[in-house]
């Protein structure tokens, strides 16, 4: 009986220690779990803005939901609410990114010529460019109901966009707008900029929804998209008189 005892003393110990070994595995299961959520070494802004932007390009707007962007990124679906409060705050995040691209292109188009008119016309080229190389973006940033335009960072990018077409329209007609001249425009001023900004605006969603395919078919062998846009832009050029 003794032996047996003693025994029993010597086995229970052993018993008791299997659990405690299976209870050490959870927390590091759960460990690794946990430590996925800093996506991209912690930077889970910005993979979840280029989660969003996967999104877009594939599903389109409609299919831009807040989960749909976490399942995308492989996070929890509270990620995108924490990092930018509701949809209309990742939308709006997402739209200054592309702002800020299409900026961008059309500067550097501007820069890549000299005089004035051939400026603006390469500005005017590399906004329709932008849109055909990046549709569901494009879509995205004139949604206005869809957006909080006071968002800073979207209202910068807006605004940045504005002036350098009103820049691009000043320049075209030997003007200088810029600073504090465009906080007080003319009506023959406003005119210029809403005649060439719907003029390209409109030209670039006739474009995106195929509705210049009868016309582009009926064009000269040789010409499209940059001939027809260009022989466009140019007739709203004023001619001096007599020519």
């Not at 939308?91 to 008119?117: H, K």
């Not at 949604?143 to 979207?154: A, F, V």
């Not at 000269?220 to 709203?236: H, K, N």
């Amino acid at each position: 009986m003794a032996r047996a005892s003693r025994e029993s003393r010597v086995t229970r110990p052993a018993a008791r220690r299997r659990p405690a070994r299976v209870a050490t595995e959870r927390p590091a299961n759960r460990r690794r779990s946990a430590g996925e959520a800093p996506y991209h070494h912690g930077d889970l802004h910005d993979a979840l803005l280029a989660a969003a932007e996967q999104v877009l390009e594939r599903d389109g707007l409609p299919g831009l939901t807040l989960r749909a962007v976490a399942r995308e990124a492989g996070v929890s679906h509270a990620a995108p609410t924490h990092h930018f409060g509701d949809l209309s705050g990742l939308l709006s995040e997402l739209a200054a990114i592309g702002f800020r691209r299409f900026n961008a292109a059309m500067i550097a188009a501007g820069n890549s010529e000299t005089l004035p008119l051939m400026k603006a016309l390469a500005r005017a080229k590399a906004y329709v460019a932008y849109a055909q190389a990046q549709p569901g973006m494009y879509g995205l940033m004139f949604r206005t109901e869809r957006l909080d335009m006071m968002r800073p960072s979207l209202h910068e990018a807006a605004t940045a966009s504005f002036e350098g077409l009103a820049t691009a329209v000043s320049l075209s007609r030997n003007e200088k707008m810029t600073g504090e001249a465009l906080e007080t425009l003319s009506l023959d001023q406003a005119a210029a900029i809403a005649r060439a900004w719907s003029l390209v605006h409109g030209f670039t969603m006739l474009l995106l929804d195929g509705r210049l395919k009868d016309i582009l078919h009926r064009l000269p062998e040789g010409t499209g998209v940059d001939q027809l846009l260009d022989a466009m832009l140019r007739s709203t050029v004023p001619r001096p008189p007599g020519m």
